[in-house]
């Protein structure tokens, strides 16, 4: 892998980060209105990128694969979160975005509870509300 791929790799890693942090914020905002008690993952929680071989780690229960490419490749990556996750004993979670386009986000089709293998892939604000129900 060249380093330009490596760099690239990383921004990717990083602008996912601050989207994930962003998503959590709005989070918090929907459980005080709803009178939850607030969720709270201080910054320190995205630091350990590259942990253990997931990029992100720091929701517990999940292990989050990020890839920021052009050429889209999503059944290997998410074959690549499926083995890390389960490694870590985590639910498999993808995110990957091309130059000019949203973040995509994959999630196990057996979350759904039908028995579906496979991924489902939703946009940023479906991850949102469904981080949400899984937060509580």
Not at 1 to 29: C, H, P, V, Y
Request: hydrophobic share 40%; charged share 25%.
């Amino acid at each position: 892998m060249s380093n330009f791929s490596k760099q690239k790799g990383k921004r990717g890693e990083k602008d996912f980060t601050a989207e994930l942090q962003s998503l959590l914020g709005k989070i918090k905002e929907r459980k005080k209105a709803a009178g939850h008690t607030a969720w709270e993952y201080g910054p320190q929680a995205f630091v350990d990128v590259q942990a253990n071989g997931s990029d992100i780690q720091s929701i517990e229960g999940l292990a989050i694969e990020v890839k920021r490419q052009e050429v889209l490749n999503v059944s290997a990556w998410w074959k690549q979160a499926e083995r890390q996750a389960d490694n870590l004993g985590a639910i498999p979670v993808l995110a990957y975005r091309q130059n000019r386009k949203t973040w995509s986000v994959c999630l196990p089709g057996y979350l759904l509870g039908l028995g579906i293998s496979g991924y489902l892939v939703i946009d940023m604000k479906t991850f949102e509300d469904w981080l949400y129900v899984y937060l509580n």
